[in-house]
């Protein structure tokens, strides 16, 4: 098992009459960086717990290296494996480079004080971690980043082959959060095996090569990102409805959280068009779609929030290529779906020469006796980037019958009362 770090082999865990880990078999090659992610109470946790030898399994084996963790003394582990705490308390004002060297205890005898070797050891640590010019100070005095940057020096001193993390970042700023896991992908680049409790999933998607999916104790999904951050799993494994996408710069997966909707009755079959972007459609979307409505929508760029939303919930679209203005195909298109609707809703999307067509395609509704509601949370001038032309065209709409909702409840209410003169 040369190429083997770690091997963990049908692991049952129980905390009294609860179990909270079960079957659990995972081998890991030196050099991974593995991500464990997964709901509150499903043993993320309990799992770096195992692997440390903090607690011991009910049943099962835990290997480093070939030989079982449970026979190994508490100085070979800790010359082999680090952890570095979801958070450290710490009472006492030690300086940092004291907080640093005590990493050294595994190599010290009872009574044996720092060496040379120690604090040269203790120093690359500190200044891997950009924190030796704050060795001085109490530990008690430094920022939450700065503490943690200590914790992981502290960490590296003991010269481990693992480095276990338990949300490393979990009580940090998003600034100190990026340093702090940069910081350890540049550590796994230097050949530092890493396993990483993350509660982020984005985070866990930028950093992991790999991620372990635990739901209620047991190994759901083992893979890439990719493969274990789907639509479907998160949904299963969450209970959340999601958007999974590539990044357009790191090209990493990221994922956008759709908000759960209130469950309510039908209102009825009516049809409704959306003219949206940019994100102002797609809390619309889903309360229509959770109304059973049905809807449709256009033009919008691909790669759009809206168009994304629309692709989710297998609503009907007119798509044009990203950053590209409306072609005459494409407002051709969206026409088909207006004259098939029976109600048309103007989102409150800024307009541009891109996109102006879709006031004009909104007016062909207005043309064809299609009602149009203009959703106007904020004015058309704070909106209009056409040099006036927007503006113009959405006092054309209100001329011709327009209605105007000032937010999505007001529109929603415009909507329903349209539902109800169509049922009648």
Not at 303 to 314: F, G, I, K, P, T
Request: with cysteine; charged share 25%; proline share 4%.
């Amino acid at each position: 098992m040369t190429h083997v770090t770690l091997d963990v082999q049908n692991i049952d865990c129980f905390y009294g009459d609860r179990q909270v880990l079960e079957r659990i078999n995972l081998s890991i090659q030196k050099g991974d960086f593995i991500g464990i992610v997964g709901p509150n109470g499903s043993g993320k946790s309990t799992f770096l717990k195992v692997i440390s030898r903090t607690l011991k399994p009910k049943s099962g084996v835990v290997y480093l290296d070939g030989e079982d963790i449970q026979r190994l003394s508490p100085r070979f582990i800790a010359r082999n494996l680090a952890v570095v705490p979801q958070e450290t308390s710490i009472a006492f004002a030690f300086t940092a480079l004291d907080i640093v060297l005590m990493g050294r205890s595994p190599y010290l005898g009872r009574f044996e004080t720092e060496g040379y070797d120690d604090l040269s050891i203790a120093k690359a640590a500190m200044e891997k971690t950009n924190t030796w010019h704050l060795g001085e100070r109490p530990i008690t005095s430094l920022s939450g980043g700065e503490k943690q940057r200590v914790i992981i020096a502290q960490a590296l001193a003991q010269e481990p082959c693992i480095l276990l993390l338990d949300e490393p970042t979990s009580h940090l700023d998003i600034n100190h959060q990026l340093e702090i896991m940069d910081l350890v992908k540049g550590l796994n680049g230097d050949g530092l095996t890493v396993i990483s409790v993350f509660h982020d999933l984005n985070m866990a998607a930028e950093y992991c090569r790999s991620l372990v999916l635990l739901n209620q104790g047991k190994i759901d999904v083992l893979g890439p990102p990719e493969e274990v951050l789907t639509v479907e799993n998160i949904k299963r494994v969450f209970n959340a409805d999601v958007l999974v996408n590539r990044h357009p710069l790191t090209k990493k997966l990221y994922i956008t959280l759709l908000p759960k909707l209130k469950k309510v009755s039908a209102v009825g079959s009516l049809k409704v068009h959306l003219i949206c972007g940019d994100g102002t459609g797609a809390l619309l979307m889903r309360e229509l779609k959770n109304r059973n409505f049905w809807v449709s929508a256009g033009v919008l760029n691909v790669l759009d929030s809206d168009e994304e939303v629309a692709n989710s919930l297998e609503i009907p679209i007119v798509a044009e290529a990203p950053f590209s203005g409306i072609t005459d195909e494409a407002y051709r298109c969206n026409l088909d779906l207006i004259f098939q609707s029976d109600l048309v809703v103007v989102t409150n999307i800024p307009f541009g020469p891109g996109n102006i067509g879709n006031l004009h395609a909104a007016e062909e509704a207005l043309n064809r006796g299609i009602p149009v509601i203009l959703m106007e949370e904020t004015e058309i001038g704070e909106r209009d980037y056409t040099g006036g032309e927007a503006e113009r065209m959405v006092k054309v709409l209100k001329e011709k019958g327009a209605l105007v909702g000032r937010g999505l409840s007001e529109v929603l209410t415009l909507i329903e009362r349209g539902a109800g003169e169509h049922r009648g």
